[in-house]
């Protein structure tokens, strides 16, 4: 067999989004290459096994499991922990190690800037994220905005992001607050917000906090036009938790859905029928599909020399379901920023126009 080892959050603050857009694509993937007689390598078809393991949510579980998979197990392969926080410990590692590692779950210009032969990232960065976010509300008129960022990578790195784009604009920011990670209540910070009555609201936020802040807004009669959460908006849980007629309007990081493609309902639909209904993400689920039709391919063309594998993966157009995806360096450089709205129980791309599954509503309903 070809064995493919990994950490991730099945326990813990990262299991949230690990649980929805990484590691049910991990299985999803192998069982569709082993019932298609194995994964091919240079022409001939290999059983996948993989090797993982739960790393908590805790940055050392990961890092200590990852240094046994390459150094002592010796897998073939190696798939991506989730989030920023993790991959920003377990990329120089795979870099040593000479393991290809693509990456559909961190944002940070930091991994970028420690340009990492072996490291990929698909997932549009903070300021590709965050311009097209400040690109939106620039041509939708919006004066006045209030922010509130969680005080990790994720939320140090887009919050700077989102100022740097509001730097050439005359948007005035009328109030930025940060929270720590865990945070239980949001209604203070919000209140204030309120009573400041911004035309737009930023939550630079994980999935637990996008679900707190919109159920805090909603109890207080927070309301602006804009109302944008950063990760977990795209997730179906947020559907789920506020109701689809709650839901209306909310609008958040997302860069795809099934009718963004052929291949993307293929896989959409695949993957809610094999996790009885759960659907994928509409960000992130869809840049860790990507990232395993590059590695794929990658196998099937070069075998299992990671030299060679780094090599193809780093010079190739490649063609997935959310696009073409190259990299320079590090960065998948030709997945434009997106932004996405919550419309009739569908999250869809609103922006950029290139990328659209349906037009923006420029103003969001009163929460139901």
Known sequence: P????????????????????????????????NAAGGLDVKGKKRPIELVSFDDRSETETC??????????????????PWGSTANFAVA?????????????TALSRKLIEMNLPYYFMLLQQPDRMMGALVDMLVANNVKTIAIVYMDDLFG???????????????????????????????????????????????????????????????EIGFNPKFFYASVGTAFQLYRNVMTPAGAEGVIGMGS?????????????DAHTKKFGGKEPDR????????????????????????????????????NTIIGKIKFTGVENTATPGSVSQWQNGEFEVVWPKSMATAALVPAKPAWK
């Open 156 to 218: 140090l790195e887009n919050f700077a992001s989102l100022n740097n784009a509001l730097k050439k604009t005359s948007i005035q920011v009328l109030d930025r607050k940060s929270y720590p990670l865990g945070v239980k209540d949001l209604s203070p910070v919000l209140r204030s917000f309120k009573d400041q009555a911004p035309d737009a609201f930023i939550g630079i936020t994980y999935p637990p906090d996008t679900i707190l802040a919109s159920k805090q807004s909603k």
């Open 256 to 268: 795809w859905n099934s009718k963004s493609s052929p291949a993307a309902k293929a896989y959409f």
């Open 92 to 104: 120089p590692l795979a870099n040593r190690f000479g393991y290809p590692l693509l990456a559909p």
């Open 2 to 33: 070809v064995r493919i080892g990994y950490a991730i959050a099945r326990t813990g603050p990262w299991a949230g989004g690990a649980q929805v857009s990484q590691e049910p694509n991990f299985l999803l993937w192998a069982e569709q290459q």
């Open 63 to 80: 890092v200590r499991t990852y240094e046994k998979l390459m150094g002592s197990d010796k897998v073939d392969l190696i798939l991506p």
């Open 283 to 318: 960000w992130a689920s869809g840049a860790c599909w990507a990232s395993l039709e590059i590695l794929t391919a990658a196998v099937a063309s070069q075998g299992l020399d990671r030299k060679a594998l780094r090599d193809y993966i780093a010079k190739t157009e490649h």
